[in-house]
């Protein structure tokens, strides 16, 4: 029975284009050992070596979103830490990439990413990177982590609107799916 459903997943990974998922605990050490899977299996399949630096740089800050902020937690034994836990995708097709992660978030923090990926989303490329600037002077002011630095970086290396979907789960937690299309520089 087990192998049907899995021959069944498998053929619909083929059909969705789907060259490599994750659903699990996003810890360090798991991350480190994904962007190598995925610098390798990119840098075999594609000798364009910018790309091949955005989709990983942009999987990381993904997988990190997931790691950091997930309301999801799962305890990894070996470094005695609970991480979050979520689900993150690449798809590919027609010489496009699209990133896809999805972890529970805390509906307290909904507006604040919504708004923050509207506001992404409306700047061009000058824009996102005094944006990014701005950011950066204010976090160090206010010793936080991140203050949305990841996904202005995202927006600015994919050269892309951010996708969002919110999916409520139950009173405290919704589902947040975010979503980047990369392609290759017509320069590369």
């Not at 990926?117 to 950011?135: A, H, R, S, V």
Request: glycine share 4%; with cysteine.
């Amino acid at each position: 029975m087990a192998e049907l459903e899995l021959f069944e997943y498998y053929r619909k990974m083929c059909e969705r284009n789907i060259v490599l998922d994750f659903q699990g605990a996003i810890s360090q050490d798991m991350l480190v050992g994904m962007a190598e899977l995925i610098k390798s299996k990119f840098s075999l399949e594609m000798h364009r070596t910018n790309l091949v630096k955005k989709l990983l740089s942009i999987f990381i800050e993904m997988a990190q979103n997931i790691a950091f902020y997930s309301t999801e937690r799962a305890r990894v034994d070996h470094i005695d830490k609970d991480v979050g836990a979520g689900i993150i995708v690449v798809t590919e097709k027609d010489k496009v990439y699209t990133i896809t992660s999805g972890n529970m978030v805390n509906k307290k923090n909904l507006l604040f990413i919504i708004e923050h990926c509207q506001k992404i989303n409306t700047m061009d490329k000058e824009e996102l990177k005094q944006f990014y600037k701005e950011k950066i002077k204010l976090s160090r002011k206010k010793d936080e982590k991140g203050a949305g630095l990841g996904l202005i970086d995202v927006a600015r290396k994919s050269g892309n609107p951010i996708q969002f979907n919110i999916t409520p789960v139950d009173e405290n937690n919704s589902f947040l799916v975010l979503s980047v299309k990369v392609q290759e520089d017509n320069n590369e």
